[in-house]
């Protein structure tokens, strides 16, 4: 059977990649792995709240968190099972993978045996950013199977 990967990040665009991905590996009739590449503790201390697809809270308040006192392990799987949560399907799997975004995503694909990557890309100058030098650019390049990228924002392409 096919799968797809669909990464996910905090950011608020994740709902939209998560819901979109899926649709698209439904269509596909293919098994749906949500993956996120934990960053260090000093990059969930600085988050501030988040609020993604579901997952609510874990820094609380507007005193940012030492970074000696998250676990981003724990925060990365609560996440990803939010968001299967979210996406209301059971059969999903998350997997939490470390290292750089990029590599790790190709990594975990391969590892899987992945038909696609799906990921979404951030800025409001897509195409050039993706040839500059983004995550999306460097999955684009360094992955042997296709990868489907979501716009995030509002701004049209001309």
Known sequence: MKRVIIALDFDPSAQKVAEEGYALAKSLKAKVTLVHVKADADYYSSLGQVVVIGFSGHLKGDTPIAPDNIDPDAISQEFLNKAMLHLADKNIEVMVAN????????????????????????????????????????????????????????????
């Not at 950013?129 to 995030?152: A, C, D, R």
């Open 99 to 158: 290292g750089s975004c990029a590599d790790s995503l190709i990594d975990v694909a391969n590892q899987l045996n992945a038909y696609m990557i799906v990921m979404g890309s951030h800025s409001r100058k897509w195409f050039e950013n993706t040839t500059i030098g983004s995550v999306t650019q460097k999955v684009l390049l360094g992955s042997s199977i296709p990868v489907f990228v979501i716009p995030t924002n509002n701004n049209r392409i001309d």
